[in-house]
């Protein structure tokens, strides 16, 4: 049995029943009144987003029972958590799984964070809304980066993804709007959906030869990017995916790329005539 009760801003003391054995996504969504909450021990599962905007709330414990969290439960919460569950570490204000190979939640307010050499995955909404983080030093142990990881880190000014990353989740850098520069080494393969959308500061991006995949929407609103080399181990562009990138000036399109979104260059109004008409003429006016 589960429970959801988002966006009861009126609710200020709950008790759940013994019978409930998984908190789902968002169950306590913008419960802004709620104060105090007791998690019992019949609970394993708790989901993503569970107490963002409980802004009343001061105390959470995860309890001996849970086994599994879902994404990130504690963005935008700022009160005291502690942990009585042995399939996860919470230390130094940054909550781990038991072996620290997976970084589910980092609550710290440091501007600099370096990642520990054990962590192989960024979960879901890890670093989500940390917007004081300005460094983050990610290890060659890391493979994935989850979605919505890094979403609107505005003060990130600077990113290296390591050779080990082969996949960027959906949304995983959204709304960095400080950064300006991003260095992708030769693994990855798919850049997810809005993985870079609106970091408008962005002026220079390096796609390496592993990428197949640019996903819709991908680099949405990088206001400041002048130039994008396509590599042609691209085959597929997706929707939006450089829609209202104004300054683009210089693109390269090779022969690998076989698909082409609707409106992937929607918005590129300062793209030199002779480049949109090769482009339109090879994959139609529908990509504008």
Avoid at 113 to 129: C, E, L, Q, R
Avoid at 269 to 284: A, E, W
Wanted: hydrophobic letters at 35%; a negative charge; charged letters at 10%.
């Amino acid at each position: 049995m589960g429970c959801k009760y988002y966006l009861c801003y009126s609710l200020t003391i709950i008790t759940i029943p013994n019978s409930v054995t998984t908190i789902g996504d968002e169950a306590f969504l913008f419960c802004i009144s709620l104060t105090t909450i007791n998690i019992p021990n019949s609970v394993t599962t708790i989901g993503s987003s569970v107490f963002y905007g409980c802004n009343s709330l001061t105390n959470i414990t995860i309890p001996s029972s849970v086994v599994t969290i879902n994404g990130n439960p504690f963005y935008g919460w700022d009160g005291i958590l502690n942990n009585e569950s042995k399939e996860f570490i919470y230390e130094d204000h940054v909550l781990f799984n038991k072996n620290k190979t997976t970084l589910i939640a980092y609550r710290a307010k440091e501007t600099i964070y370096i990642i520990p050499n054990s962590v192989t995955t960024i979960g879901d909404k890890a670093f989500f809304i940390c917007s004081s983080l300005t460094t983050i030093n990610i290890p060659n142990s890391v493979t994935a980066i989850g979605n919505e990881a890094f979403y609107l880190c505005e003060s990130l000014t600077t990113i290296n993804i390591p050779n080990s990353v082969t996949t960027i989740g959906n949304e995983a850098f959204w709304g960095c709007e400080s950064l300006t520069t991003i260095n992708i080494f030769n693994s990855v393969t798919t850049i997810g959906n809005e993985a870079f959308g609106r970091c408008i500061s962005l002026t220079t991006i390096n796609i390496p030869n592993s990428v197949t995949i640019i996903g819709d929407g991908a680099f949405c609103v990088c206001e400041s990017l002048t130039t994008i080399n396509i590599p042609n181990s691209v085959t597929t562009i997706g929707n939006k995916a450089f829609e209202d990138c104004d300054s683009l000036t210089t693109i390269n399109i090779p022969n690998s790329v076989t698909t082409i979104g609707d409106k992937a260059f929607s918005g590129c109004i300062n793209l030199p005539s002779h480049i949109k008409s090769d482009i339109i003429q090879r994959f139609g006016d529908k990509v504008f």
